[in-house]
């Protein structure tokens, strides 16, 4: 069954002393190649790009899609990585840029020989990214892993994908890992670690309060309610309006006009329109904002899986589009309340005014990138403090 | 915030009376295993078959004479994905197939085998959410070094009916967490076409063209790339052979860039010194004969460690796993390992052997297509 770890085990390359080289010191140190195709993995990855520098025992290389390295949407975060190398993405389809993606990798592949490749989450770029690493026979780390929902849409198929391929499976609750070894996949492969995404909003949360993105519009602290639907192909544009006008009767309502809203970001006259009926709309997509905005609701209506996590980690009250939650333990600590497909049942969530007691369960105790580091450096790297590293 | 217009009725195209059923062929050896099924769905269903080559045509053995058997067309339309690294062989064909998924707008797509572009046909249908039938599901040699087996894994995983041709295939399956409601032992769909062309190929006698003895000879048959297109490789195995031919004779069956390296280490010279038969390429139904009357055969390919067990006839695999386990527990295949030292000392005429193997009766394909019509409404798309 583990025919993963006896066919790669030769790769593993033994650290040695830094030889000189032109006067410069070689980089003798394994490379361990990030996948970011998108912000949410660069939000995933960044923690623990940040401690594998801290241990400073590899040579990071970080492998970016333009679309992934959105920097308006990552801002405030310390010594944030830029990609060292970008997959030139042209136009296309979400396909044709699957396919670049994939031959794309290949190539930096080759040209870095990395010993691990690290990817997250469950894009279609890190899928590609998986699948190129794999066939090349380069070990694959896989943060985010083990998440599933019952049922499975086009992004859930690149998670298990994904995980199939994966050398080392970072689990950010045992719920998750649970999932694996019941696909068969051995437990010495995977690792509960904890969700390295809440590692950053614990990182940013006091930049975030401090920011008072709510106060701009005049909504009251923990009395309003933020809502951040995404079209998943089930929400009517129409029910969804009139919910929100029944709701914004009772309290605020701060609604988030991204472009995957439901029917589309609203006009600027349709924004003009719900403001005139207590629905404020915030258009900006900088994680700090976004924090900001969640931080200081009274409750949060969504249908997202990473808002869900974000609110149950900060202690907003969270209440769930749709028949399920793809995140059942924020469902069954309480944090979290599944509304059903009924979009009416919106207008009688109430926010609930006080101030929110963060929750410091195991996946979201801010130690998560710590894990990953520590489980990366135990299977990978086979010296730390490498006295390349005394030279900065 | 507005709803999408409605599309006037009149605009719509005439809905397609029939629902189509892609096949997407990647090789001879998928192509022959989805030909009965092909042909088997004609028989029970009203049906627009497309037949998709991934690939060149072209470039294969022709077919037409075991087509004509079947009575199977050959493929329709082919994407022409063949150059390139895996990525791009893989990618090639999710961008390719898109387009015709999108123009077809099929009830269902069914793929064999474990090629790149069998993993591209998959990763295309599910992002379309077209459910996918995978025959010869379930095959694994554990060995995940080789491309074939990740193809393997991830297709089983994206597909909705996986249809096995051993228990052991199936076990496999349920052991990865898929649900047993998926999983259908059907049998061997190659197994059919040996069956329907067993008679007519021991009636060509080729091995009286290449001047052997029935049951007598030993054939061998080299296709893995990391044989048939290493040098190195296959210079030892060439002295391994020359070696065999002092014991028993010896039919080697060469592909033109097979034949062009060992002409050029001069390995070709020593092998036909020794009394081997150097042979090109033959069609399928000629080969069938070859295989049908050859006391023992050599191989590396999957194909031929079916039709050899389905045959009855002792096969020896040049590798260290195989992904078809019911041959070596079953079937008539012995694995010969995969190092430097290619040993071929053990290898000899033997006696044939009846095919035991549950299911390898030649009724595969209808089993396949009882399988499909029952779990897939073939209903015509709302938009072709």
Not at chain 1, 336 to 356: K, S
Not at chain 2, 324 to 344: E, F, K, W
């Amino acid at each position: 069954m583990d025919g993963h770890r006896s066919s790669r085990a030769h790769r593993l390359r033994l650290v040695s002393p830094a030889e000189h080289l032109d006067g410069r010191p070689a980089d003798h140190r394994p490379v361990v190649l990030h996948a970011l195709g998108t912000p949410r993995e660069t939000m995933l990855l960044s923690p623990v790009i940040t401690e594998l520098e801290r241990l400073d025992c590899v040579r990071q290389v970080l492998v970016g899609a333009p679309a992934g390295i959105d920097v308006g949407a990552l801002e405030g975060i310390d010594g944030l990585h830029l990609p060292d190398r970008h997959l030139g993405l042209g136009e296309g389809t979400a396909t044709e840029q699957f396919a670049a993606m994939l031959a794309g990798f290949e190539m930096v592949l080759d040209v870095e020989d990395p010993e691990l490749v690290v990817v997250a989450g469950s894009t279609d770029a890190a899928l590609a990214c998986a699948l190129a690493a794999a066939k090349r026979g380069v070990a694959l780390a896989h943060v985010e892993s083990g998440l599933r929902k019952t049922a499975p849409g086009a992004l859930a198929f690149n998670r298990i994908l994904v995980d199939r391929l994966a050398d080392t499976l970072l689990a950010p609750s045992a719920a998750d890992a649970a999932n694996l070894l019941a696909e068969g996949i051995p437990d010495t492969r995977v690792h509960v670690v904890g969700d390295t995404a809440i590692d950053l909003v614990r990182r940013l949360a006091p930049a975030a309060l401090a920011r008072r993105t709510w106060a701009v519009a005049g909504l009251p602290e923990h009395g309003y309610v933020l809502v951040d639907l995404v079209d998943d192909g089930h929400l009517s544009p129409d029910a969804l309006l009139q919910a929100l006008l029944r709701l914004s009767v009772h309290a605020p309502v701060a609604l988030r006009a991204r472009p995957e809203l439901p029917g589309g970001p609203p006009s600027p006259d349709a924004v003009a329109a719900l403001g005139r009926r207590g629905i404020t709309c915030f258009s900006g997509d900088g994680l700090i904002d976004r924090l900001s905005l969640l931080g200081s609701a009274g409750a949060v209506v969504t249908n997202v899986g990473t808002v869900q996590d974000e609110a149950a980690a900060l202690g907003v009250a969270c209440h769930t589009v749709g028949a399920e939650s793809e995140r059942p333990a924020t469902v069954s600590i309480g944090a979290n309340v599944v509304l059903g497909e009924d979009l009416a049942a919106i207008a009688d969530v109430r926010p609930t005014g006080l101030l929110p007691i963060p929750n410091v369960l195991a996946p979201w105790d801010g130690r998560a990138a710590a894990r990953v580091g520590r489980t990366l450096v135990a299977h990978y790297v086979l010296a730390v403090n490498h006295p390349s590293a005394a030279r900065s | 915030m507005t709803a999408t217009p409605l599309v006037p009725a009149a605009v719509l195209p005439p809905l397609p009376r029939r629902a189509t059923v892609l096949h997407l062929v990647g090789g001879t050896s998928s192509f022959l295993r989805l030909a009965p099924v092909v042909a088997a769905l004609a028989e029970r269903e009203d049906l627009r078959q497309v037949l998709i080559h991934t690939g060149r045509p072209e470039d294969e053995p022709a077919l037409d004479a075991v087509l004509a058997e079947l009575g199977v067309r050959a493929p329709d339309r082919a994407l022409g994905v063949t150059a390139g690294t895996p990525g791009a062989r893989t990618g090639g064909v999710v961008v390719e197939l898109e387009h015709v998924l999108t123009e077809t707008a099929p009830a269902l797509i069914v793929v064999a085998g474990g090629l790149d572009a069998t993993l591209g046909c998959a990763l295309s249908a599910s992002k379309h959410g077209v459910p996918i039938v995978h025959l010869d599901a379930g095959l694994r040699s554990f060995d995940w070094s080789t491309a074939d087996e990740i193809n393997r894994v991830l297709t089983d995983r994206l597909s909705h009916t996986l249809l096995t041709s051993s228990l052991e295939a199936s076990d496999n399956l349920a052991a990865e967490g898929i649900s047993m409601e998926h999983i259908h032992h059907i049998g061997n769909t190659l197994v059919d076409v040996v069956r329907r062309c067993e008679e007519a190929a021991r009636a060509l006698r080729v091995w009286e063209r290449f001047d052997q003895a029935e049951g007598h000879y030993v054939l061998v048959s080299l296709h893995r790339p990391e044989h048939a297109d290493a040098p190195r490789c296959l210079d030892t195995v060439a002295a391994a052979l020359t070696a065999l031919a002092e014991q028993t004779p010896v039919v080697l069956s060469l592909d033109r860039r097979s034949r062009g390296h060992l002409d050029a280490s001069g390995a070709l010279d020593d092998l036909q010194g020794a009394g081997v038969r150097c042979i090109e390429r033959l069609d399928y139904l000629e080969f069938l004969s070859l295989q049908a009357g050859a006391g023992a055969v050599v191989t590396d390919a999957g194909a031929i460690q079916d039709e050899t067990s389905a045959l009855g006839v002792s096969c020896f695999t040049l590798r260290a796993a195989t992904e078809r386990a019911i041959t070596l527990s079953q079937g008539t295949n012995a694995l010969l390992g995969d190092g430097d030292a290619v040993d071929l000392s053990m290898v000899r005429p033997l006696p044939l052997a009846p095919c035991t193997v549950p299911l390898w009766d030649g009724r595969a394909a209808h089993r396949a297509a009882d399988v499909v019509a029952a779990h897939h409404a073939l209903r015509p798309a709302a938009h072709a």
